[in-house]
């Protein structure tokens, strides 16, 4: 079965770190870009970043970059997010999502759950 | 990376058809054919229904349909069932890897 798994949500304190993990099972992981996408409570959908295949290329919105790393593992078929310096306003569910074709995010994970509140 | 513009809500009856707007630029919808929809509902994870402007993916119901004319792309629901009813959202390209830009999403209620 094709499927991602996140982890490692949970509360932190405003300026704290967070490492959200994905694993992947079910096909061919490092053939596919990767992307986290979050989604605060009540609101719409955001892409946060992808990540090429071989983890040679990485995009960020504008709202994360410098705080947030995007990597991958392709032998532990594994996608990760660094979140550095969190803010109130990143508190929302992140799912890791791969992307088929330019744009299309065929395969979706359940969602890890992130809290920045003090 | 502003958000794609979408009607809050929309709604219908069962059987009837309902079409939803996603508005963007010249720099992402009206630039490209990379605009795909999500459907989801509450308290789960988003599934892709349209992809490449008007291409279904495998097992979605072709009462779905996309369409696009200049920066403006559209979802049309046919035939209308109870569990269509959810929030929907645009996604578009916005050149090269460096951004995609969601839609803020649709409530479509079945009346």
């Known amino acids: 079965e094709v499927q991602l798994v996140e982890s490692g949500g949970g509360l932190v304190q405003p300026g704290g770190s967070l490492r959200l993990s994905c694993a992947a099972s079910g096909f061919t992981f490092s053939s596919y870009w990767m992307s986290w996408v979050r989604q605060a409570p009540g609101k719409g959908l955001e892409w946060v970043a992808n990540?090429?295949?071989?983890?040679?290329?990485?995009y960020y919105v504008d709202s994360v970059k410098g705080r947030f790393t995007i990597s991958r593992d392709n032998a532990k078929n594994s996608l990760y997010l660094q979140m550095n310096s969190l803010r109130a306003e990143d508190t929302a569910v992140y799912y890791c999502?791969?992307?088929?074709?330019?744009?299309?995010?065929?395969?979706w994970g359940q969602g890890t759950m992130v809290t920045v509140s003090s | 990376q502003s958000a794609l513009t979408q009607p809050r809500s929309v709604s219908g009856s069962p059987g009837q058809s309902v079409t939803i707007s996603c508005t963007g630029t010249s720099s992402d919808v009206g630039g490209y054919n990379y605009v795909s929809w999500y459907q989801q509902h509450p308290g789960k994870a988003p599934k892709l229904m349209i992809y490449d402007v008007s291409k279904r993916p495998s097992g979605v119901p072709d009462r779905f349909s996309g369409s696009k004319s200049g920066n403006t792309a559209s979802l049309t629901i046919s035939g209308l069932q109870a569990e269509d009813e959810a929030d929907y959202y645009c996604?578009?390209?916005?050149?090269?890897?460096?951004?995609?830009?969601f839609g803020g999403g649709t409530k479509l209620t079945v009346l």
């Open positions: 999502a791969r992307e088929d074709r330019p744009n299309a995010f065929d395969i």
């Open positions: 996604c578009s390209y916005a050149g090269s890897y460096t951004s995609r830009v």
């Open positions: 990540i090429k295949q071989d983890g040679s290329e990485k």
